[in-house]
């Protein structure tokens, strides 16, 4: 009775930490190993670039158009998917809200005066 208790936080470390980062390290993996030239992806820093060549464990990403950096593969952290950006109709664009001349939004004057 006295080592239930131990296992027990042992089995429940398990499931809450250990298994969520193995599988976090397994995907990670799985997304570096498919990486092909063309893609856009992320690096642990956040850097967003463009992969331009794969030499080996090495990646040449370009972060702007003519300037490349090269990394370890390790470095990327996933692939950003293509977004492909819907454009907005003219009947759902905000109007912007008008006031007549002369009036704020707290009802004063532009002086800051009281009436």
Known sequence: MELLLPVLLLVVFYFLLIRPQQRQRRDIAQVQSTIAPGA???????LIATVIAIEGDEVVLEVAPGVTNRYVRRAIMRVIPDEVAEPVAPDDAIEPTTRPAG???????????ER
Request: proline share 0%.
């Open 40 to 46: 856009r992806v992320m690096t642990g820093a956040g």
């Open 103 to 113: 009036e704020s939004s707290t009802g004063d004057d532009s002086t800051g005066t």
